[in-house]
């Protein structure tokens, strides 16, 4: 069995939006995000998951063609305010967050200076 991989996109963007990934890179992006998911759940159980974290949020990274502070993870803008319904594929730390009813929300940089919301 052969494995292709998109090959790595190196721009140094800071920022990449959703819908401008390819399939594969969405897939990778979707499987991200229950990895994470799990986890987080796991870490709440007691589990130390910090550097498995990091290493798939790195590893993702890479791929995306991100560029990803040490010690960050990616998150993706699930602004609710947004003109334009941003999806834009961020370093957590570049992010606010806000609580939607009880939907935790993140806004990236652009939507914070744009459109910021400060929730309930
Ligand atoms: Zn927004
Ligand atoms: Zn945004």
Same mark, same amino acid.
């Given at each position: 069995?052969?494995?292709?991989?998109?090959?790595?996109?190196?721009?140094?963007?800071?920022?990449?939006?959703?819908?401008?990934?390819?399939?594969?890179?969405? *897939?990778?992006?979707?499987? &991200?995000?229950?990895?994470?998911?799990?986890?987080?759940?796991?870490?709440?159980?007691?589990?130390? #998951?910090?550097?498995?974290?990091?290493?798939?949020?790195?590893?993702?990274?890479?791929?995306?063609?991100?560029? &990803?502070?040490?010690?960050?993870? &990616?998150?993706?803008?699930?602004?609710?305010?947004? !003109?334009?319904?941003?999806?834009?594929?961020?370093?957590?730390?570049?992010?606010?967050?806000?609580?939607?009813?009880?939907?935790?929300?993140?806004?990236?940089? !652009?939507? #914070?200076?744009?459109?910021?919301?400060?929730? *309930?």
């Amino acid at each position: 069995m052969t494995l292709i991989l998109d090959r790595p996109v190196r721009t140094n963007r800071t920022a990449i939006s959703h819908r401008d990934l390819t399939p594969a890179q969405q *897939n990778g992006w979707d499987s &991200l995000e229950e990895l994470t998911y799990d986890l987080e759940e796991a870490a709440k159980k007691g589990a130390n #998951v910090v550097a498995e974290l990091l290493l798939a949020h790195a590893t993702a990274a890479q791929f995306l063609g991100i560029d &990803l502070p040490a010690g960050d993870t &990616l998150t993706k803008c699930s602004c609710a305010g947004c !003109p334009d319904d941003c999806d834009a594929i961020v370093p957590f730390s570049a992010c606010a967050e806000y609580l939607d009813g009880n939907v935790q929300r993140t806004q990236c940089t !652009p939507c #914070v200076k744009d459109h910021r919301r400060y929730g *309930n």
